[in-house]
Nanobody, 126 residues
Framework: QVRLVESGGELVQPGGSLRLSCAASGRTVSNYAMGWFRQAPGKERAFVAAISWSGRNKFYADSVKVRFTISRDNAKNTVYLQMNSLKPEDTAVYYC???????????????????WGQGTQVTVSS
């Protein structure tokens, strides 16, 4: 079992920055690829970013590429999502998830992730 706890979500103005954190515990978390997904009101959950267990491979949705950066610190069992140049359309609940799938095709598929956090709210508004 892997337990995931997100933090860092808050209200921020357009153009601002936030860093989300996902603290993991349980099984050898460093073996898992980690992903961030988000769900806006009235919309389906969508892939945001993912990182391989080593941190060597990173994947991003087109809508966040350049603005967001995913990273991980396996010594701290923590994954981060640095979000810059935030836009109102980035408003959503952000979820951290863990998977053993590591291809560019599978890491974007939410059903590949058996472990999920409870989510953290990010609101971008003036």
């Amino acid at each position: 079992q892997v337990r995931l706890v997100e933090s860092g979500g808050e209200l921020v103005q357009p153009g601002g920055s936030l860093r989300l954190s996902c603290a993991a515990s349980g099984r050898t978390v460093s073996n898992y690829a980690m992903g961030w997904f988000r769900q806006a009101p009235g919309k389906e959950r969508a892939f945001v970013a993912a990182i391989s267990w080593s941190g060597r491979n990173k994947f991003y949705a087109d809508s966040v590429k350049v603005r967001f950066t995913i990273s991980r610190d396996n010594a701290k069992n923590t994954v981060y999502l640095q979000m810059n140049s935030l836009k109102p359309e980035d408003t959503a609940v952000y979820y951290c998830a863990a998977t053993l799938s590591t291809t560019s095709t599978t890491v974007v598929q939410d059903y590949r992730y058996p472990y999920w956090g409870q989510g953290t709210q990010v609101t971008v508004s003036s």
